[in-house]
């Protein structure tokens, strides 16, 4: 599936929900996987990593739909270098 696939499968699954909970209240779904991405990175075996890196994915993508944002435009951003130092290989001090 490719990203722009993906965020229209969330736009159909969850945008409704996520639209009258709003941006403020939807982030903190966001941060709360993002919480349970990091105790999966700490403890969990390879699958719950990969479970909780696609709930975070699927948060995020909802957030850009709530806020009207495409993510495969948004990502276009990388496509020639790194948007700091400009280089293909980061170049930029301390990332
Ligand atoms: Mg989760
Ligand atoms: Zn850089």
Not at 15 to 37: H, M, N, Y
Not at 51 to 69: Q, S
Request: charged fraction near 25%; charge should be negative; proline fraction near 1%.
């Amino acid at each position: 599936m490719e990203i722009n696939d993906f965020q229209e499968l969330i736009e159909r699954m969850y945008s409704a929900k996520d639209r009258a909970r709003g941006s403020a209240k939807t982030f903190l779904w966001l941060i709360e996987e993002i919480g349970e991405l990091a105790s999966a990175l700490a403890a969990g075996g390879k699958a719950d990593k990969a479970g909780e890196f696609a709930d975070v994915f699927a948060w995020l993508a909802t957030l850009a739909n709530v806020e009207g944002v495409d993510l495969n435009q948004a990502i276009e951003k990388y496509a020639h270098g790194c948007p700091g130092c400009g280089k293909m290989v980061c170049t930029c001090a301390g990332k």
